[in-house]
């Protein structure tokens, strides 16, 4: 892949192109379709090539995810298929509708348009997510593992309680304070991409907390106090950049619950389609 050159723009953007082209041909297609069969259908000739197009499309959109787990299959690069799931997914929308004549209902047949729709839609989302993902984690840093957040807030834990220790009450009651903004579990951690504050002081906020703290603490004590703040500051920094990572992969992480699971169930639908149609037709 050349430098700036991402998924969607690969190879000169190739697979847009072709994609475009193919739209271009199915419009057309249609439009004389329209011209010879008044009244459009799956059932209609057109019809059923425009199905056995969309379902050989499908069936390519869904062996990507065979081909990004082999390492040893060569037929095409990883990155083209990849390019080529994301434009053709779109078009399986288009060939869907022309298939039906563009007449849904409530059925099982429109069912699987329906449930399309949503898987698409959902990787769009997805393509988002994964041109933006670098990008966005790398505002915080480096990538933070829960072992070493568990590790590193044991460290500042212990830091705080050392210089806390033998204070005066003042003291000790701050300190408990900035320990009792902890960290998330693994299984608190999905929520926290639905929250608008984590319950993390910025640094302004910190500093107008304190102020009476300043006033009221023993000046024998001033020095172990700024080595506290910065303590604090350095747990609050270390927690924010920890929660936003967080959040930025659960993001992802929805995308692939909703993406993967409703292929699979959209590919069962559409077998359920043509078993109906082959039962009930003969075709």
């Given at each position: 892949m050349r430098k700036n050159e991402t998924i969607i723009s690969l190879r000169g953007s190739l697979w847009?192109?072709?994609?475009i082209a193919v739209f271009i041909a199915l419009v057309i297609s249609y439009f004389f379709y329209r011209i010879s069969e008044p009244r459009p259908g799956g059932?209609?000739?057109f019809g059923l090539v425009y199905g056995f197009i969309g379902l050989g499309i499908f069936a390519l959109l869904m062996y990507f995810g065979v081909r990004k787990r082999s390492y040893v299959n060569?037929?095409?690069?990883?990155?083209d298929w990849l390019s080529f799931h994301i434009y053709f997914g779109v078009i399986m929308i288009i060939i869907t509708a022309m298939h039906a004549g563009f007449d849904f209902g409530?059925?099982?047949h429109s069912l699987a348009f329906y449930i399309m729709i949503i898987v698409v839609v959902s990787g769009i989302v997805g393509t988002h997510f994964y041109l933006n993902l670098p990008a966005d984690l790398e505002k915080y840093g480096d990538e933070i593992s829960f072992a070493?957040?568990?590790s590193e807030m044991n460290t500042l834990i212990n830091r705080i309680k050392s210089v806390s220790k033998e204070k005066s009450a003042v003291f000790q009651k701050r300190a408990e304070m900035i320990?009792?903004?902890?960290?998330?579990?693994?299984?608190?951690?999905?929520w926290i991409m639905f929250r608008k504050k984590y319950?993390?002081?910025?640094?302004s906020e910190y500093f107008e907390s304190i102020k009476d703290d300043v006033v009221n603490i023993p000046k024998e004590e001033s020095e172990d106090f700024q080595k506290l703040t910065v303590l604090a500051l350095q747990k609050f920094d270390f927690q924010r950049r920890f929660l936003n990572q967080i959040k930025i992969k659960n993001k992802l992480r929805i995308w692939l619950v909703l993406h993967l699971p409703l292929s699979i169930v959209l590919s069962f639908v559409i077998l359920i389609h043509i078993l109906i149609v082959v039962y009930y037709n003969g075709i």
């Open positions: 847009l192109k072709i994609s059932g209609t000739t060569n037929f095409g690069t990883l990155k409530f059925s099982i070493f957040a568990d320990i009792a903004s902890g960290m998330p579990g693994k299984n608190e951690a999905f319950g993390v002081p910025t640094e």
